[in-house]
């Protein structure tokens, strides 16, 4: 257990939907990183969060938007949803301040049906 | 922006047998270099690391050498056993203080025979 937390674990929706997902990092970690994994596919960086600010941008579509709120947990937004946006979406969390090493969340395997 | 490259994309070894996987990234900016492993479901967890201010480190079984000026670096199991089946992702960090942009390479299937 890496002490990320991801919900939810599975989620099932339709064409046209938005769905929000939401990470919790570790305790004292102050950056939150999003990646997306297609089926046998590698992780696409999507978008990092320091201490509830962007700090990078990967490749995101603009479907998709993320925050990070007060308490660092962090939620990311997809809409629009199209088949394509089926994956598995992780979050990972760092301790930041030259800390680099991510710990990976158990991941939410979104299928849009 | 920041592109890695991994090879092979699949690797079928022996029990006992070595592995090496292969990385180049693209960005002479990149400091950090993490490899993860992942197993079938489940999430990528870290297995070993390397800055850019050393060559080579080893945990174990398991080392990572890089070489800044070819921008590239590799990872090395030795004893192989087949526990060690699963899908290996090297990562290259471009940042500095607290931006990171962090890129996966594609992964590479292992796969060792009892």
């Known amino acids: 257990d890496s002490g990320v937390t991801q919900t939810p674990k599975h989620l099932i929706t339709a064409t046209g939907q938005r769905v929000t997902l939401r990470c919790s990092p570790r305790?004292?970690?102050?950056?939150v990183y999003w990646y997306q994994q297609s089926l046998d596919q590698g992780l696409q960086f999507l978008i990092h969060?320091?201490?509830?600010?962007?700090?990078a941008k990967g490749n995101i579509l603009e479907r998709f938007s993320a925050q990070q709120f007060p308490d660092l947990h962090s939620e990311l937004n997809l809409s629009s949803l199209e088949l394509g946006d089926s994956a598995l979406y992780f979050c990972?969390?760092?301790?930041?301040?030259?800390?680099?090493?991510?710990?990976f969340g158990p991941g939410t395997r979104l299928l849009v049906l | 922006g920041e592109n890695v490259e991994q090879h092979p994309s699949t690797l079928s070894v022996q029990e006992g047998d070595s592995a090496v996987i292969k990385c180049t990234y693209s960005?002479?900016?990149?400091?950090?270099f993490p490899w993860y492993k992942q197993e079938l479901g489940k999430r990528p967890q870290l297995i070993i690391d390397?800055?850019?201010?050393?060559g080579e480190k080893k945990d174990q079984r398991i080392a990572v050498t890089l070489n800044k000026t070819a921008k590239h670096f590799s990872l090395h199991i030795t004893e192989t056993q087949p526990e060690d089946s699963a899908v290996y992702f090297c990562?290259?960090?471009?940042?500095?203080?607290?931006?990171?942009?962090?890129?996966f390479g594609a992964g590479t299937r292992l796969t060792v025979k009892p």
């Open positions: 990972a969390s760092s301790a930041g301040q030259g800390k680099e090493t991510q710990y």
């Open positions: 305790s004292g970690d102050l950056s």
């Open positions: 969060y320091y201490n509830g600010e962007e700090r």
């Open positions: 960005d002479s900016a990149s400091n950090y």
């Open positions: 390397i800055r850019s201010n050393v």
């Open positions: 990562a290259a960090r471009k940042g500095v203080g607290n931006n990171n942009d962090m890129r």
